[in-house]
């Protein structure tokens, strides 16, 4: 796959488009402790744009805007259930992260919106060549979505770790290069 995007003017644009590539892989069945047999599998694995940019000999500085922007999101969200001044301190001082990451300027109010949207902007602009994309407030409202999830203990939020937030990167590019559209999953009835 890596292959395929570095024969290209872009890679990291046709990674974008191609977004993922399909893996399989062998799983031994058993019956009593006893191999009888493998048993053939496939699944979707996105595409990862730091190790491509990395083989391709690319710059990779854009991967500490997407983790700074990833501790943005979870003060965003800490804000959202009311966390007072103090404790976004404390969760913005404790917060896993490179020194480069720290050192990036994310702006003076960087839980707006609109800010935010300026950020993964920028952030596009140094992946994909400026003015290529145009990201918008639906790409925030996705990444803010799909950020946080039940946490392990009583009353807490879990947030996207560096991995998962490139992910969902990853997912906003796709977006805005082949105009895709967000999706929501839910339970439907039966009818």
Known sequence: MFARCKATDHPLR???KIHSYRV???KTTREDRIVTGLEKTERERPIDLVRLATKCHLPTLWKNDVENLNQILTLHAAKEMGASAAELKAISQSYYMSKVTAAVD???TPMSNTQLVKMLQGICDKVLGEGVVRVNNHDIAYIIAAHTKKGRGRLAVGTADHALMHRLFLDVMHRCVT?????VEFKKNKA
């Open 179 to 183: 105009g895709a559209v967000y999706e």
């Open 24 to 26: 399989i892989k062998h």
């Open 14 to 16: 046709e990674a974008a």
């Open 106 to 108: 994310a702006g003076k």
